[in-house]
């Protein structure tokens, strides 16, 4: 598989690895994704596993220069690829997103709202302005997104997936605004999923939740967390290992595959046992 990855301590390289099986060849062929969020992270290792699968990808974010580059490398590999850039915030983006992918590649079969924020800071120290960021960027634009994503695969199907995490599942000290978001991701994921089944609309909506994997924006929050924080939650996951991009990224490529023609509204964990 071709995907691409920050590597960690080098925030601003995009590295470009191979890991190829053919595990997934084919499965999304014919298809058009949009994946926010998806210049660095998860967002540009679903990116890469989703071209790999047959899609074409079209990859959002607002770090302009890392998004170009790895829709480069992507099409420099093979695969339709482009960047666009999008501010996820915006409702009248999300409108000319959608264009975008109507009048270059025919409309939109797969959405993946995977952009997001986390801004640590105790229930007694977090800022309101801080937790309105938080709310906009992480809930605000996924409920923006996946409207837009219904109102335009009612009629021709297709599958979202709304990127939640393990802790819109159980909470953690140092991060109330990101928990009670990702919360409502969990369960806007939900109402979404009954809205287009009773519609009798050929949509799926399916919530992905990872559990920690060594990402920028975990990397980018350590500093304001205890130093013993990576530790201790390590300790906390029975497999003993942080998670992999291409873990999850394997697993946004089956919910948006036709392997779960029988899932909706579900929300499947990538965490080690953590939870367990």
């Given at each position: 598989?071709?995907?691409?990855?920050?590597?960690?301590?080098?925030?601003?390289?995009?590295?470009?690895?191979?890991?190829?099986?053919?595990?997934?060849?084919?499965?999304?062929?014919?298809?058009?994704?949009?994946?926010?969020?998806?210049?660095?992270?998860?967002?540009?290792?679903?990116?890469?596993?989703?071209?790999?699968?047959?899609?074409?990808?079209?990859?959002?974010?607002?770090?302009?220069?890392?998004?170009?580059?790895?829709?480069?490398?992507?099409?420099?590999?093979?695969?339709?690829?482009?960047?666009?850039?999008?501010?996820?915030?915006?409702?009248?983006?999300?409108?000319?997103?959608?264009?975008?992918?109507?009048?270059?590649?025919?409309?939109?079969?797969i959405l993946v709202n995977n952009a997001g924020i986390?801004?640590?800071?105790?229930?007694?120290?977090?800022?309101?302005?801080?937790?309105?960021?938080?709310?906009?960027?992480?809930?605000?634009?996924?409920?923006?997104?996946?409207?837009?994503?219904?109102?335009?695969?009612?009629?021709?199907?297709?599958?979202?997936?709304?990127?939640?995490?393990?802790?819109?599942?159980?909470?953690?000290?140092?991060?109330?605004?990101?928990?009670?978001?990702?919360?409502?991701?969990?369960?806007?994921?939900?109402?979404?999923?009954?809205?287009?089944?009773?519609?009798?609309?050929?949509?799926?909506?399916?919530?992905?939740?990872?559990?920690?994997?060594?990402?920028?924006?975990?990397?980018?929050?350590?500093?304001?967390?205890?130093?013993?924080?990576?530790?201790?939650?390590?300790?906390?996951?029975?497999?003993?290992?942080?998670?992999?991009?291409?873990?999850?990224?394997?697993?946004?490529?089956?919910?948006?595959?036709?392997?779960?023609?029988?899932?909706?509204?579900?929300?499947?964990?990538?965490?080690?046992?953590?939870?367990?």
């Amino acid at each position: 598989m071709r995907a691409a990855t920050i590597q960690p301590g080098d925030p601003g390289r995009i590295a470009i690895f191979v890991e190829w099986r053919g595990w997934h060849a084919g499965k999304l062929e014919g298809r058009v994704a949009l994946i926010t969020g998806a210049a660095r992270g998860i967002g540009t290792a679903i990116a890469g596993a989703l071209a790999e699968a047959g899609a074409a990808v079209i990859l959002s974010d607002l770090r302009e220069e890392e998004g170009r580059s790895t829709a480069s490398a992507l099409a420099t590999a093979g695969h339709r690829s482009l960047f666009v850039r999008q501010d996820t915030t915006s409702e009248t983006r999300w409108d000319e997103i959608i264009g975008i992918a109507e009048q270059t590649l025919g409309g939109l079969d797969i959405l993946v709202n995977n952009a997001g924020i986390v801004i640590p800071g105790s229930i007694e120290d977090q800022s309101f302005e801080d937790w309105r960021k938080t709310m906009a960027v992480n809930l605000d634009a996924v409920f923006l997104g996946t409207r837009a994503g219904v109102r335009h695969m009612k009629a021709r199907g297709g599958a979202i997936i709304n990127v939640s995490s393990i802790e819109g599942i159980v909470g953690n000290p140092y991060v109330p605004a990101y928990n009670a978001s990702k919360g409502g991701v969990r369960l806007l994921t939900k109402s979404a999923a009954l809205h287009c089944a009773r519609s009798g609309y050929p949509i799926r909506v399916n919530g992905l939740h990872p559990g920690y994997v060594a990402t920028p924006l975990v990397l980018d929050a350590l500093p304001a967390l205890p130093a013993d924080f990576g530790d201790r939650t390590l300790a906390r996951i029975p497999m003993g290992r942080f998670g992999e991009l291409r873990e999850i990224a394997r697993t946004a490529v089956f919910l948006a595959s036709d392997d779960a023609s029988y899932m909706t509204g579900s929300e499947l964990v990538v965490d080690g046992g953590y939870l367990a």
